[in-house]
């Protein structure tokens, strides 16, 4: 069987992460897939990702698959297995922040063609293929098969801004946009939940957990579900974070 051909893209400005590029060094020689990263700089995002895709278009011919990855996201290693659905589009589960709390970037269509972030609580989880089905799929890991890219209109992604020169809409949704006009489905899969790095006060984040502690006293701090992605092998629960940090160290080998 021939082996599914990807185009990793990493949109930058010398700022990749180090945990992203310890995910590229451990990604290993696959039976199914056969992968390739290129990098791209100088421009800002939606340039970047522009001259990618038209590279990807133009030299890559035998290459079906381009899967962007931002340089402050870190997919799980099994993120390739998004191209077992058979989806057009597919994104990994990112976190975004809405009004100061970080929530997984599940967007609807809202007010004014914009999107609103939902929560996963409010969310039908499977719609029958394991995906969740959105109106705006972010970027920052994102599967998309060369046929959309093919049919749509040069640029891809671009920022949308106001007459002030504010920016209305970030270069990926108006992507989506444009994926949707075209009568493609997005599609976010839960299982390939990403690394989403931020500098954020630590402070700030105590009082978010405790918060959140205090507000469901019910549910310890020492019961913490990992995600079903293969960041942690082991098992489901974990007893507590130290043990938590263990295994991210195990498996990362942070120095």
């Known amino acids: 069987m021939e082996k599914k051909k990807i185009i990793i893209s990493i949109p930058h400005n010398n700022d990749m992460v180090m945990p992203l590029a310890k995910f590229l060094a451990s990604v290993k020689p696959h039976p199914d897939y056969e992968t390739r990263v290129r990098t791209q700089y100088r421009h800002p995002v939606d340039g970047n990702r522009n001259l990618m895709i038209k590279k990807f278009l133009q030299e890559d011919e035998d290459n079906e698959w381009l899967l962007f990855v931002d340089a402050d996201t870190v997919p799980p290693l099994n993120v390739f297995d998004m191209i077992n659905h058979n989806e057009s589009i597919v994104g990994g589960l990112v976190c975004g922040m809405a009004h100061g709390v970080p929530y997984p970037l599940i967007m609807r269509s809202g007010k004014k063609d914009g999107y609103r972030m939902i929560k996963p609580a409010e969310e039908e989880m499977d719609s029958g293929n394991g995906l969740i089905e959105v109106d705006g799929a972010g970027a920052a890991t994102l599967l998309i098969r060369r046929e959309v890219l093919e049919r ?8 949308d801004y106001d007459e002030w020169g504010v920016s209305q ?10 994926a949707k006009s075209l009568g493609y489905k997005m599609w976010i899969d839960p299982n390939i939940q990403c690394m989403h790095l931020k500098q954020v006060d630590l402070l700030w984040i105590n009082q978010l957990v405790s918060k959140a502690i205090l507000a469901d006293p019910k549910t310890p701090m020492t019961k913490i579900k990992t995600a079903k992605s293969k960041f942690i092998e082991g098992d489901d629960e974990i007893k507590s974070m130290k043990e938590y940090g263990q295994k991210i160290d195990k498996k990362w080998r942070f120095d």
């Open 152 to 159: 749509m209109n040069p640029p891809w992604f671009k920022f």
């Open 169 to 178: 809409m970030s270069e990926d949704y108006a992507f989506s946009r444009q």
